[in-house]
């Protein structure tokens, strides 16, 4: 039954009035920004609504993925955005807050100091400290019981800058009592450089702070405060912050800071994120990864058909390379690191300039997938136009031609003796890479391969399905252990497995498959795991987008 104007006009004075005892005010207020949040149009449910937008720290860019994240409980089984931020897009058109896109397709949004403003004034200052305290609680469910704010996964970028700043707002003794720990500020160095934790004592103005800041801005004299540190400065910088035994804060429910046992060099927090050689934030349709030989630059691509090269220290985006195709599957970064080979389906590989992104010409390598590395720069991939092991440097062909036809799922032993590829959907064979000569067929896999990795001399094979991961003695077939667990995206090295366990990476002996360690350090259920080429390094990779590049040695020591 449609309402009458007399009962209308008595449900927005009622509504009114409900705005007016929650904010304090009549209205927005009759300046730009207030008639242009008048002029949205917004219900009064959703008026109440968009002040929350207050909680996400103004003046400064962040891509979007990452805030929706931290507005989303990491336990929840559900990633949906937030009811608050759907309101961007409102305030976006109107230009209220600024919403832009990166070249590699990520979206990034500041909201003006001047809305914050706006925003927090029609706030009382118990909503807001509650709201920042609930977002902060989705921050410490990240956290193992008992353990400090510095063994945050290395992967939440987000809590990383930003925590300080929201624990302002809802816990400022404990923002005061962390940024002046020891713990917090050589994890914070370590994880985003000396510029991030300058901006944390900034934020809390306190003798402490002051001091801290004093000390950083003496030993880094006029070098800057970036990630990029002379490792000599950055050595020296750790060392002066690093005390004896104290005591620490940890992060509880109430986020109150505690007290527990001092923190040891051998924890797994702290000797896992000095493992972490970088994280980058890549676009959630990614398909296929590489890192450069020197390890300093990554290479990813997916849909949109873009080639994007990212800087593993500094975490930027360096350049993106168009393809002429809609989507790209694969990827490879030549031995010598001079140029990228990317892949779609059905369609010719083509190369492109690592330092200046154009295409070279001619690149005959025809129809390719993934490739391979061995010793010496050796780079096998398999043309599937022509049946052929062909080098992607030459095109020449390697060895006779194999006799089978349809290969996938390479694996090439690090001393170059022996390639293992599937063929039919549960078979695995072993070839000479260099003669092309077939050397064994192993039995049919009880399922379908879906990838292999092989020992450094070819004395094993692990072989993983959508049920399980098995790993083979070679020759022989004789099965070491078998991991009921998907094994699709596993990565070998010559001592461990790396396998994704929902948001985890298990780290399994090659020898036993018992479980060495658990990597910790996303937010995101992790859908690949992969190494370099000479498995120096690992990267794993999540459903976020986040990428973590590790130093392989250092994972199990």
């Known amino acids: 039954m449609a309402r009458t104007p007399w009962g209308r006009r008595r449900l927005d004075r009622r509504l009114r009035e409900h705005w007016q005892r929650a904010t304090g005010h009549k209205d927005w207020g009759d300046d730009r920004i207030g008639t242009l949040l008048e002029g949205l149009g917004l219900s009064y449910p959703s008026d109440l609504e968009v002040r929350r937008l207050a909680a996400i720290p103004p003046g400064v860019e962040l891509r979007a993925t990452e805030v929706e994240e931290a507005w989303n409980q990491p336990d929840s089984p559900f990633r949906h955005v937030h009811?608050?931020?759907?309101?961007?897009?409102?305030?976006?058109?109107?230009?209220?807050v600024h919403i832009t896109k990166d070249d590699d397709g990520g979206r990034w949004l500041t909201v003006p100091e001047g809305l914050h403003e706006r925003l927090r004034s029609r706030w009382s200052a118990?909503?807001?400290?509650?709201?920042?305290e609930q977002l902060v609680h989705n921050a410490f469910l990240l956290l193992k019981p008992g353990d400090p704010w510095w063994s945050l996964p290395a992967g939440a970028g987000y809590w990383w800058r930003h925590l300080v700043w929201?624990?302002?707002?809802?816990?400022?003794?404990?923002?005061?009592?962390?940024?002046?720990?020891?713990?917090?500020?050589?994890?914070?160095?370590?994880?985003?450089?000396?510029?991030?934790?300058?901006?944390?004592?900034?934020?809390?103005?306190?003798?402490?702070?002051?001091e801290t800041a004093s000390v950083i801005n003496e030993?880094?004299?006029?070098?800057?405060?970036?990630?990029?540190?002379?490792?000599?400065?950055?050595?020296?910088?750790?060392?002066?912050?690093?005390?004896?035994?104290?005591?620490?804060?940890?992060?509880?429910?109430?986020?109150?800071?505690?007290?527990?046992?001092?923190?040891?060099?051998?924890?797994?927090?702290?000797?896992?994120?000095?493992?972490?050689?970088?994280?980058?934030?890549?676009?959630?349709?990614?398909?296929?990864?590489?890192?450069?030989?020197d390890g300093t630059w990554l290479v990813a691509v997916g849909d949109g058909g873009l080639v994007n090269v990212y800087d593993v220290e500094t975490q930027d985006l360096r350049r993106v390379i168009r393809s002429p195709y809609d989507r790209l599957y694969d990827c490879a970064v030549s031995p010598d690191g001079s140029f990228i080979m990317t892949s779609a389906?059905?369609?010719?590989?083509?190369?492109?300039?690592?330092?200046?992104?154009?295409?070279?010409?001619?690149?005959?390598?025809?129809?390719?997938?993934?490739?391979?590395?061995g010793p010496d720069g050796m780079w096998v991939a398999y043309n599937s136009f022509t049946g052929s092991f062909v080098d992607p440097l030459t095109n020449e062909r390697r060895?006779?031609?194999?006799?089978?036809?349809?290969?996938?799922?390479?694996?090439?032993?690090?001393?170059?003796?022996?390639?293992?590829?599937?063929?039919?959907?549960?078979?695995?064979?072993?070839?000479?890479?260099?003669?092309?000569?077939?050397?064994?067929?192993?039995?049919d896999q009880p399922h379908s391969v879906h990838r292999i990795g092989l020992a450094?001399?070819?004395?094993?094979?692990?072989?993983?399905?959508?049920?399980?991961?098995?790993?083979?003695?070679?020759?022989?077939?004789?099965?070491?252990?078998?991991?009921?667990?998907?094994?699709?995206?596993?990565?070998?090295?010559?001592?461990?497995?790396?396998?994704?366990?929902?948001?985890?990476v298990q780290i399994r002996s090659t020898r036993t498959g018992e479980l060495l360690d658990t990597l910790e350090a996303h937010t995101d259920v992790v859908l690949d795991c992969r190494t370099s080429p000479d498995r120096e390094h690992l990267m794993t990779f999540d459903r976020s987008g986040t990428l973590i590049v590790w130093d392989a040695a250092a994972i199990v020591p």
Request: hydrophobic share 40%; with cysteine.
């Open 219 to 293: 030993v880094m004299g006029a070098e800057e405060h970036g990630s990029q540190l002379d490792p000599g400065k950055r050595a020296e910088l750790l060392r002066a912050l690093s005390p004896g035994p104290v005591p620490l804060p940890r992060a509880d429910a109430g986020h109150h800071a505690g007290q527990q046992k001092s923190a040891v060099a051998g924890q797994p927090g702290g000797r896992q994120l000095s493992a972490v050689r970088g994280v980058l934030q890549l676009p959630r349709s990614t398909f296929g990864f590489a890192l450069s030989p």
């Open 83 to 96: 009811i608050t931020l759907g309101l961007l897009e409102s305030l976006n058109r109107v230009g209220l």
């Open 399 to 443: 060895g006779t031609k194999p006799t089978s036809k349809g290969m996938s799922h390479l694996a090439l032993a690090a001393d170059g003796s022996t390639l293992a590829t599937r063929g039919r959907d549960s078979q695995v064979l072993l070839w000479d890479p260099r003669s092309g000569r077939l050397l064994a067929k192993l039995p």
């Open 166 to 210: 929201h624990l302002r707002y809802c816990d400022p003794a404990q923002a005061a009592a962390l940024v002046t720990f020891p713990g917090w500020q050589i994890a914070k160095i370590q994880r985003l450089g000396a510029q991030s934790l300058l901006a944390d004592l900034a934020l809390v103005d306190s003798p402490e702070s002051r």
């Open 126 to 132: 118990g909503e807001e400290a509650d709201w920042h």
């Open 456 to 504: 450094g001399d070819g004395s094993w094979i692990a072989v993983g399905g959508p049920y399980d991961l098995r790993v083979l003695e070679l020759p022989g077939n004789r099965e070491r252990f078998t991991l009921e667990q998907n094994g699709t995206r596993f990565a070998t090295t010559e001592n461990w497995l790396a396998v994704p366990a929902a948001r985890h």
């Open 345 to 373: 389906v059905g369609e010719k590989a083509q190369a492109w300039d690592a330092v200046s992104g154009e295409e070279r010409l001619p690149f005959k390598v025809g129809t390719v997938g993934e490739s391979v590395y």
